[in-house]
């Protein structure tokens, strides 16, 4: 079965980190662009970050760059988050999403894990 | 960035209605537009891939049309089950952007 499984998230003051992960199984991981996108409560979808299927392109929304570092492991069929300087507004659900190419659509999603940033 | 903009924001019909959403881009993506589906508490489901071509398994009552700026998503005869929030997104350049999305509400 086609799976992707988020993890991570929490409860984590204004200024905090944490490092969100997410595990592929049921299909070839090493051949997808990943992409992580989040939905902050009651809004819409925003792409938050991509990497390439090696791991030597990255591309990220202005609003995270420098605080969030996207990575892969394709030996542990792996994606990760790290999410740095946290605010307010990045209490979102953040759900990991494939791509055959970074021009092409989200076809598998996993089910997505919350992050809250709060005192 | 190219902004995307979705309407209605939100649209009440019947099952068995036809229904039809509108997207538009602040400027061309020629075809590279997707159409995804959200239930609540619940991750989007992938329906269409560049503009009009249905992902595999998909209904056949879900149809995609359009280029360049302005795209459709039609549904040819509602069902209980697709009551839910529509979402167009972009993936002709970064950052990949999404509309604010359509609520699909039963009449």
């Known amino acids: 079965e086609v799976q992707l499984v988020e993890s991570g998230g929490g409860l984590v003051q204004p200024g905090g980190s944490l490092r969100l992960s997410c595990a592929a199984s049921?299909?070839?991981?090493?051949?997808?662009?990943m992409s992580w996108v989040r939905q902050a409560p009651g809004k819409g979808l925003e792409w938050v970050a991509n990497v390439k299927q090696d791991g030597s392109e990255e591309y990220y929304v202005d609003s995270v760059k420098g605080r969030f570092t996207i990575s892969r492991d394709n030996a542990k069929n792996s994606l990760y988050l790290q999410v740095n300087s946290l605010r307010a507004e990045d209490t979102a659900v953040y759900y990991c999403?494939?791509?055959?190419?970074?021009?092409?659509?989200?076809?598998?999603w996993g089910q997505g894990t919350m992050v809250t940033v709060s005192s | 960035d190219i902004q995307m903009t979705q309407s209605p924001s939100t649209l009440s019909a019947s099952v068995g209605d036809r229904v039809t959403i509108t997207c538009r881009a602040s400027q061309s993506i020629s075809s590279w537009l997707a159409w995804y589906q959200q239930k609540p508490g619940k991750a989007p489901k992938f329906l269409i891939y560049?503009?009009?071509s249905l992902e595999s398994g998909v209904p056949s009552r879900f149809s995609g049309s359009g280029s360049g700026t302005e795209f459709t998503l039609t549904i040819s005869s509602l069902q209980p089950d697709d009551f839910a929030t529509y979402y167009c997104q972009q993936y002709n350049s970064y950052p990949l952007t999404f509309g604010q999305g359509t609520k699909l509400e039963i009449k």
């Open positions: 560049k503009a009009s």
């Open positions: 999403a494939t791509s055959r190419g970074w021009r092409d659509a989200f076809d598998i």
């Open positions: 049921g299909f070839t991981f090493s051949s997808y662009w």
